[in-house]
């Protein structure tokens, strides 16, 4: 990939930490390594801690931790995110903008 196709993004992630057992920065890690199989660049985390969710959807689950991602990647990145982990359990929500 050449460097003018390369294209800066933020990815924001909810994650759902309910039934996950280990600590929340192997997770937050092996996310990385997820972005990065992908082809991209990951060039900031910033994980923001456990937020209580201004409108609870779920009862059973009234907050979520949110991390933010700063990638490098081309134009193609933020539906191969989608996909990536649209069945992944630990990820409740991703919102991926170009910055």
Excluded: H
């Excluded at 009862?59 to 982990?85: D, L």
Aim: net charge neutral; proline share 3%.
């Amino acid at each position: 990939m050449s460097q003018t196709a390369t294209k800066r993004y933020r990815a924001n992630f909810i994650l759902d930490t309910r039934n996950y057992t280990e600590s929340i920065e192997t997770l937050i890690e092996s996310i990385s390594e997820a972005i990065t199989s992908l082809g991209a660049t990951v060039t900031k985390v910033d994980n923001k801690g456990s937020q209580d969710f201004i409108r609870v959807t779920d009862r059973r689950m009234p907050s979520g931790v949110y991390v933010n991602y700063e990638i490098e990647a081309g134009p193609e990145i933020p539906a191969q995110m989608q996909e990536k982990f649209r069945l992944d359990k630990t990820v409740n929500r991703i919102l991926v903008q170009s910055i």
